[in-house]
């Protein structure tokens, strides 16, 4: 199948997406305020710079795009039918990076929670994702994911 634009407008168009202050993570971010949570934005000196920290509770959370960080069995994180390669390794090295990441935050004794972006896309669910949120801060699990389906604990 070939792409519907030119190379150079692809181009324009990947670079345009942003790293930060995404949809999904402005979402999340509103939901943790409204419900009390006070928060760090892309902490650096942290191991994958997380999008949101809370120091008090040592807890990192990512707000992961399903495509950009390839979210297993979701129907947005297909590989695009065109320079199947060098997307395959692109997206396979943000995959271990974020592994890595998060290895390192636990073995340094933070909590890790990713907010899958899948999870934010649905309007009629969004009690729900909300719920799974807070109710994982509250916990004592030390990893976490939610998405569109049900959350991972560990």
């Not at 202050?21 to 971010?29: D, F, G, I, Q, T």
């Not at 939901?31 to 650096?44: D, E, I, K, M």
């Not at 972006?117 to 916990?139: F, G, K, M, Y």
Request: hydrophobic share 40%; net charge positive.
């Amino acid at each position: 199948m070939a792409d519907l634009v030119s190379p150079e407008v692809r181009s324009q168009m990947m670079a345009g997406i942003k790293g930060k202050n995404s949809a999904p993570e402005l979402l999340v971010r509103k939901v943790l305020f409204a419900a009390g949570f006070r928060f760090r934005l892309h902490q650096r000196d942290l191991p994958g710079t997380p999008d949101i920290v809370l120091p008090s509770r040592k807890t990192a959370i990512f707000v992961h795009g399903c495509f950009w960080h390839m979210h297993t069995g979701c129907k947005y994180a297909k590989t695009p039918s065109t320079r199947r390669e060098f997307w395959r390794a692109k997206l396979d090295a943000n995959v271990k990076r974020d592994q890595q990441a998060v290895d390192k935050l636990v073995e340094m004794g933070w909590r890790v929670l990713i907010v899958w972006e899948c999870a934010t896309r649905q309007a009629d669910a969004a009690s729900l994702w909300t719920t799974r949120v807070i109710d994982w801060i509250n916990s004592e699990a030390q990893r976490g994911e939610i998405s569109a389906t049900a959350p991972t604990t560990t």
